[in-house]
């Protein structure tokens, strides 16, 4: 599982991004936005990287 540290979530909407986002590069991702914390947790065949580019791509800052 990749824990990442994401800045700029707010609200339900955020959560809705980020996992379509992930799921779009990888459908049977597993995302976990924990709101609170701040941090989205994925279990995917994808990379660090990628997933943090698909996180950026909505607009919020990332970093692993």
């Given at each position: 599982m990749q824990v990442f540290k994401v800045q700029g979530m707010s609200c339900e909407h955020c959560v809705r991004a980020i996992t379509h986002a992930v799921q779009k590069?990888?459908?049977?991702a597993e995302v976990e936005v924990d709101l609170a914390d701040g941090e989205v947790r994925v279990s995917s065949r994808l990379s660090i990287a990628e997933v943090a580019e698909a996180i950026r791509g909505e607009g919020y800052e990332v970093s692993p």
């Open positions: 590069l990888d459908e049977a």
